[in-house]
């Protein structure tokens, strides 16, 4: 049984944009990446450790616990072993209340990487690969959310390229999902179930060679 972490944030955990639900399992994209990897014969478990609002490195000054290199070396210990490990974070480090850029954001992913790879798992059980999905960009941000992305779309240009850059740099994967999602009109920030769809078809042909 091969196992694969998903660590993200609310593009992944799967709300359904312009409300504060969530999509079922086999409609959000690991899911629909996991019974796909299955209908390939691949004996597979995706577990996802996707957090609303979590950062990349930095602390949401309203939530606490948002800090994604707060716990990962201790969430690849519980999850060991591994046979991928996927990082899609980096939105939120561009919400109004923080003045990051495409950059910042690419070397708190860095940052991740490390910890990953710096975590106290088992003797004999490898570290796991990095995959590294930028997200997409966020558009113009819309509805509820419109003031707390204020500015993101401005902010966060440049980020697959900066993404690409750094796993390169540290020897990862890398997968833009920009390539083939975009965020719902409804919000401008997060997935639609067929976009969900479609990234988790796109993933399988991504995973597939780093899990064989």
């Not at 972490?5 to 609310?10: R, T």
């Not at 691949?42 to 450790?49: L, P």
């Not at 960009?137 to 819309?142: A, C, F, I």
Request: charge should be neutral.
């Amino acid at each position: 049984m091969k196992q694969i972490l998903v660590y993200g944030d609310s593009l992944t955990w799967g709300i359904i944009p312009g409300t504060r639900r969530r999509l079922a399992f086999d409609a959000r994209w690991p899911g629909v990446l996991e019974n796909l990897l299955r209908g390939k014969g691949v004996a597979v478990r995706v577990f996802e450790d996707c957090l609303n609002g979590r950062r990349t490195v930095w602390e949401d000054p309203f939530k606490p616990g948002r800090n994604g290199s707060n716990g990962l070396a201790q969430r690849i210990e519980c999850h060991s072993p591994l046979a991928l490990a996927i990082l899609m974070l980096g939105v939120n480090d561009f919400q109004s209340m923080h003045a990051h850029n495409a950059w910042h954001s690419s070397q708190g992913i860095a940052t991740l990487v490390n910890a990953i790879r710096q975590a106290p798992i088992e003797p004999g059980m490898p570290a796991p690969p990095v995959l590294v999905v930028a997200p997409p960009p966020v558009q113009t941000p819309r509805g509820e959310i419109a003031p707390k992305f204020a500015g993101a779309d401005a902010k966060c240009a440049g980020l697959a390229d900066a993404y690409r850059a750094v796993a390169a740099t540290l020897g990862c994967s890398f997968f833009d999902s920009a390539s083939v999602v975009a965020p719902s009109e409804v919000d401008g920030v997060h997935l639609d179930a067929a976009q969900h769809l479609v990234l988790g078809r796109a993933m399988l042909d991504v995973v597939m060679p780093l899990i064989a």
